[in-house]
């Protein structure tokens, strides 16, 4: 019989736990102690990154650390002379608990040991197009377990126990996200302010990005970046092309590489295949920014994700590929095809997507309407870290 080898991390994450339980309402806040984290503790990421080097560079009266569970991270930011903590360790778990503001982007879990009482903002990894939070009821449930039962109790009462209408802080990117996410994070505590993140692409370096990917300067890049699906339970996405010889010759003729990056919940059923050299596999790289893979990309292909927001800003082409009937399997839409089809084309076939390929290769020029573009971002500048943290700061000064 198999039997699945026990983590000694997680093991020693809930003893550390275990071991703060009976202090840690004692414990006292620690004035301008801030941490960041993202993607479940385990990469160096997403809106959390960027507004905390915006804080380490700008204002070194707060005391900010990245904190992370993954050994490797560690490392390398502590190489780099980054200030970074061992969320599985006493320093890092006493840290946690009498930081006075914690920032996470992805998920509950980005920062352990954060209950109710820890003062959290919450940044969102992404503007909404499914129905998302207390909105979305899933169609797809996970099988009932009473391990999965038990891990989740002891994580309440060990690890974390964060909860969305707790959230201090979340920004968006323009009112009509504002009225989405207020709804369905129950939370009033919603600003128009843009996302940290994309105050990167006005100072990115697209070759640095190229060589540290791999990716030779001259070609022409497509990235191909859709959404999970029943979140890391349902099929994976296509490896668009890869039998497609029309379509490879066209690539190969004209430069191009296709780059696949399909969304981490979705790499557990995902099979990384050996393929023609005018595709590029990027998925199982988790050293992989999206913000720098978007920043490079000459066309962007995505289906109901949100990178397509944050994309806009670069005012390149877009493609919506949707080869299946999300809506109906998978998760309910706020807004659909009518929005979407004034950003972009809009394709169900690789017939369909590889003519859409072709018209945007020969006339790449592209432009919203105002009131299309206001919509999805009310900004276009390097300054969401900056309102970001000064209604951060406002917020944590009152509290």
Wanted: glycine residues 4%; contains cysteine.
């Amino acid at each position: 019989m198999y039997i699945k080898k026990v983590d000694m991390r997680d093991l020693k994450a809930l003893l550390i736990g275990i071991i703060f339980f009976p202090i840690r309402r004692l414990l006292k806040p620690r004035k301008k102690l801030w941490l960041f984290g993202s993607d479940q503790g385990l990469k160096y990421a997403q809106n959390s990154k960027y507004l905390f080097e915006f804080v380490v560079k700008n204002h070194p009266e707060i005391e900010a650390y990245w904190i992370t569970r993954s050994l490797s991270v560690y490392n390398e930011l502590n190489e780099k002379g980054i200030p970074v903590l061992d969320n599985i360790s006493i320093k890092g778990a006493y840290y946690s608990l009498i930081a006075e503001q914690k920032v996470e982007s992805t998920w509950f879990n980005d920062i352990l040991y954060t209950f109710p009482n820890n003062r959290v903002a919450y940044l969102m990894h992404g503007m909404p197009i499914k129905k998302i939070y207390y909105d979305n009821i899933p169609k797809l449930s996970p099988p009932k377990s009473i391990i999965r039962d038990i891990k989740g109790i002891l994580s309440d009462l060990f690890l974390y126990d964060f909860k969305l209408e707790n959230s201090c802080f979340t920004p968006v990117t323009s009112p009509f996200f504002k009225e989405l996410v207020v709804k369905a994070m129950r939370n009033n505590n919603v600003y128009v302010t843009g996302q940290p993140r994309t105050d990167a692409f006005l100072h990115l370096d697209g070759n640095v990005i190229r060589d540290k990917y791999g990716i030779d300067k001259k070609s022409f890049i497509i990235t191909y970046m859709p959404t999970h699906r029943s979140y890391g339970r349902g099929e994976p996405s296509p490896h668009i092309f890869i039998n497609n010889k029309e379509a490879i010759k066209f690539f190969k003729d004209n430069n191009i590489v296709i780059v696949w990056k399909q969304h981490i919940n979705m790499l557990k059923n995902y099979k990384k295949l050996e393929a023609d050299d005018c595709f590029k596999e990027l998925s199982f790289d988790y050293s992989v920014d999206p913000q720098e893979l978007l920043f490079v990309s000459d066309v962007l292909i995505t289906d109901w994700s949100s990178c397509f927001i944050d994309y806009m800003l670069l005012q390149r082409p877009i493609l919506f590929y949707q080869y299946d009937d999300y809506e109906k399997n998978d998760n309910d839409l706020y807004y659909g095809t009518e929005k979407l089809s004034k950003v972009g084309q809009i394709s169900h076939d690789e017939k369909k997507l590889l003519k859409d390929i072709r018209m945007v290769c020969s006339n790449d020029r592209v432009r919203y309407d105002k009131e299309d573009w206001t919509i999805f971002n009310e900004y276009y500048d390097d300054k969401s870290c900056e309102r970001s943290f000064y209604i951060l700061q406002s917020i944590v000064g009152n509290g």
